[in-house]
């Protein structure tokens, strides 16, 4: 595949992410800090917020699965999960945060429960788009191109 | 479309004599400019610390107010607290120099407001501290703000934020750094006990002013 057909293809993939609410403004942010003292910088962070996300996601598990868990203790991992999901720009993961939070102030179990497995559902998705960016940026710069800088600002 | 070239160098810049003068702040800067960064998360950790190094600060991160502490030598390795206020003195004298610390409100154990009030009640007391939180809470902001913060920011954190903070930190940081190099930057600035109520109403609305930011994410 041509440089530029790659360009425009990552071009489109990206934009379908913002569009579909995948990734948000914050994402773009971590964009600009990357420079060429640091060309991995997006992924370094991305990969510590999936390592993250799987041990506070295993973690709700494990609680939600006692007889008689904390709601208190549901609420702070999920703060958790959603401070770092709005850090990197992972707007879906975020927005199920919030109505998680809401649920366990409602002390809805099964409302609960449903999020729980929505967020691993969303982490999942969010992690394959963005491996999938990444590979297609690995590719632009190994055929000698460069990587389009999305204005979405 | 614009280009990202991951290869690219940084373009000439002709020097004029200001701008070359504006180049010796800014590698002074570089050097001193110390912020201590106390967060529990270790993405907005390595977040953080890429944000104050695109802004030439010299960074230091730990994950706990408990470890902000130790590291300021107000407490211990076995945390206890020091006995005297020797230990972080004699820190200072030792040549550390902390000129910022930004730190999580939210965090197990300590708070980002518990480290606020001990830092205030220190050695360290004339260092600058700035809080971040995800909860935009009128009532939260308010009590660090009178508990001597310098400023709140709302979380996720971004570049423009610490750009915002800079001239006003970097003012009084300036003025030290011209003078005698080993003075506390904070001791030199004119009474901060006057500035207190000014300062005050003037960082009140600011964190309302991150809500005009939220209708720009918006628009996609």
């Known amino acids: 595949m041509e440089v530029v057909q790659m360009q425009r293809r990552f071009a489109e993939y990206t934009a379908s992410l913002f569009r579909e609410g995948f990734l948000d403004a914050q994402f773009t942010q971590l964009q600009q800090l990357q420079d060429e003292t640091n060309p991995d910088f997006v992924e370094e962070v991305v990969s510590l917020f999936f390592e993250d996300s799987e041990k506070l996601v295993n973690n709700l598990a494990k609680t939600l699965d006692q007889q008689n868990f904390d709601y208190k203790k549901v609420d702070a991992l999920v703060h958790q999960l959603k401070g770092s999901s709005a850090s990197i720009g992972a707007q879906r993961v975020k927005n199920v945060c919030v109505a998680f939070r809401q649920f366990c102030e409602d002390q809805n179990v099964e409302a609960c429960l449903g999020c729980l497995q929505q967020v691993k559902q969303e982490c999942f998705l969010v992690k394959n788009k963005l491996e999938t960016l990444f590979r297609m940026e690995q590719q632009i710069v190994a055929a000698g191109g460069s990587i389009p800088v999305m204005e979405y600002n | ?220």
């Not at chain 2, 050097?31 to 270790?42: G, I, Q, T």
């Not at chain 2, 890429?50 to 211990?76: F, H, M, N, P």
Request: charged share 30%.
């Open chain 2, 1 to 220: 479309m614009l280009f990202r070239n991951k290869m690219e160098l940084k373009p000439q810049v002709s020097d004029t004599p200001s701008q070359h003068q504006q180049q010796q702040k800014q590698e002074q800067r570089e050097k001193h400019f110390h912020v201590l960064a106390v967060d529990d998360s270790e993405t907005d950790r390595k977040i953080l610390e890429k944000i104050l190094s695109v802004s030439s600060c010299q960074v230091t991160c730990v994950d706990s107010g408990d470890k902000a502490l130790e590291y300021l030598g107000l407490v211990d390795a076995n945390h206890q607290d020091s006995a005297s206020p020797s230990q972080s003195e004699r820190s200072q004298e030792d040549g550390l120099k902390v000129n910022l610390i930004m730190t999580d409100y939210c965090m197990p154990g300590m708070t980002g407001y518990d480290l606020l009030k001990r830092v205030k009640g220190s050695s360290w007391k004339e260092v600058p501290v700035v809080i971040m939180s995800s909860e935009n809470e009128p009532s939260r902001i308010n009590k660090c703000l009178e508990g001597g913060a310098e400023d709140f920011l709302l979380k996720p954190v971004q570049l423009s934020d610490v750009k915002k903070l800079q001239p006003r930190l970097l003012k009084s940081f300036d003025q030290s750094c011209t003078n005698l190099p080993d003075i506390d930057p904070m001791t030199t600035d004119n009474s901060k006990s006057n500035n207190n109520a000014t300062k005050r109403k003037a960082l009140s609305p600011e964190p309302s002013e991150r809500r005009p930011k939220m209708k720009e994410l918006t628009v996609l």
